[in-house]
């Protein structure tokens, strides 16, 4: 996720050294009223997903009795738009203002959802239903996520992004805490379906805060786009022609393809290999979120001690190795084993994230951010619902323990493109966009030294 894209003409490249490339100090992001916005929309609208994501596999595996291959079919579905759409839809976000998109997508993806009690209330719900829902949740997902994604660098200047990243990842990981451990309590209490319904409450509060956000985005003259296909081979060439995006793009990718046959394995794991109860799920998804929450308010911290590229490699090898926990908890004490390993993933995984795509930002030109994002996606979350659905394959045949060991060690050598870089040994990720025309892989000398600082 080709040899580099030249920056658009309109783009002026910086000077190292110039006056120019002295970045003025930036407003707080607590008195950035339209970052606040956007910040407490996003809140709300992760704890409404945190609500789906505990509740829709409690439907298929508690109500619709699923096996292994039926939830692997579930989750594939839920990510397969991200490899069928994601390219032409970061073309088409460049093109719309990002605010609408994040304001559409949210009102879409709340009535799709309500369909779920809807069905249940007149006894109809089924695995074809749940399969419906994940497939238009996904698809309204990719042009939500790239425009969320691609929003924040619209709103703030370059040097408050990270901190920006910081503030997403710890509200999301806050709803990691308490949505699972929260969802858990609704479903004992009012049900999976209706649990599900409520967080179309939560996704309509989200449009509302989103929409008061009063920065208007200057829409790229049509004039100067180029063709379609043209605009998504440029986005693809910015991730595939960068040395540092490449590798960190196949790290990503690997990883997520490993970590999504775990994930749509693990409620089935958990409930009947292991004889675990959804409250203890809840737990270990709660505890494990609060790794996150130490993840990113701890990234900054890390970035300072080990360096900005090196924090990247560190964090995918420690994640790597956690999710080794996963198989393990069938041999060691289930509980304590899932508590701890996820808890650390977690914070591997937003260590990780917080470095990766707060470098990414601040490299893309803006009219470009939309695609870059989307090619990103294409490249990283593509192998999502190839992993979940081999996983469910595998469930199927050799059993979901077995399954669980070969996806944990193929989380491990996803950290293999980081650890065997230059990414190890780099205290500072290059920020201008000259560097982009000189660089190489391997990275030229002159990347290098302005990368490490």
């Given amino acids: 996720m080709a040899a580099a894209d030249q920056p658009p003409a309109s783009e002026p490249l910086p000077q190292h050294g110039s006056a120019s490339s002295q970045r003025p100090k930036h407003v707080s992001l607590w008195r950035h009223r339209d970052f606040m916005k956007l910040w407490a929309g996003d809140t709300v609208s992760v704890f409404g997903s945190e609500l789906v994501l505990f509740a829709l596999p409690l439907i298929a595996v508690q109500l619709l009795h699923a096996d292994a291959f039926e939830m692997g079919v579930l989750a594939t579905l839920e990510s397969a738009a991200f490899l069928l759409i994601s390219l032409p839809a970061g073309a088409w976000v460049d093109r719309l203002p990002k605010r609408l998109v994040i304001v559409s997508g949210d009102i879409i993806r709340a009535a799709i959802l309500l369909t779920i009690p809807l069905t249940w209330a007149f006894d109809a719900l089924s695995m074809v239903q749940l399969y419906l829902v994940a497939a238009g949740v996904g698809i309204v997902s990719v042009f939500f996520d790239i425009a969320n994604q691609s929003y924040l660098p619209e709103l703030v200047d370059g040097e408050a992004i990270s901190d920006g990243n910081g503030k997403l990842q710890a509200s999301q990981q806050t709803a990691g805490v308490a949505g699972p451990t929260l969802a858990s309590g609704l479903v004992t209490a009012i049900g999976a379906p209706l649990t599900i319904g409520l967080t179309s409450i939560c996704m309509g509060l989200s449009s509302i805060l989103v929409g008061l956000i009063r920065h208007r985005e200057t829409p790229r003259p049509a004039e100067g786009r180029a063709g379609f296909v043209a605009e998504i081979r440029e986005g693809l060439g910015f991730v595939l022609g960068h040395p540092l995006l490449r590798r960190i793009t196949a790290c990503t990718g690997l990883t997520n393809f490993a970590s999504s046959g775990i994930f749509a394995l693990l409620v089935l794991y958990a409930l009947t290999t292991l004889g675990l109860h959804q409250v203890e799920l809840g737990i270990i998804m709660s505890v494990a979120s609060a790794g996150g929450i130490l993840g990113a308010l701890t990234a900054a911290w890390v970035q300072k ?23 393990l908890a069938s041999v060691l004490p289930a509980l304590p084993t899932l508590l701890i390993s996820w808890f650390l993933v977690t914070w591997a995984i937003v260590v990780y994230n917080i470095a990766q795509v707060s470098f990414r930002q601040r490299l893309c030109p803006k009219p470009l951010l939309g695609r870059m994002n989307a090619s990103i996606r294409f490249l990283v979350w593509g192998p999502m619902p190839v992993g979940a659905f081999l996983a469910g394959i595998l469930g199927d045949r050799l059993g979901v323990t077995t399954t669980m060991w070969i996806l944990a060690a193929c989380a491990l050598l996803g950290s293999l493109p980081v650890l065997a870089s230059r990414l190890l040994r780099m205290r500072e990720l290059p920020r201008e966009l000259d560097l982009l025309a000189e660089a190489t892989d391997p990275i030229s000398p002159s990347a290098e030294a302005e990368g490490r600082g």
């Fill in 305 to 327: 001690i080990l360096g900005e590229g090196t924090s990247i490699a560190v964090s995918a090898l420690i994640g790597g190795l956690c999710f080794l926990g996963v198989p």
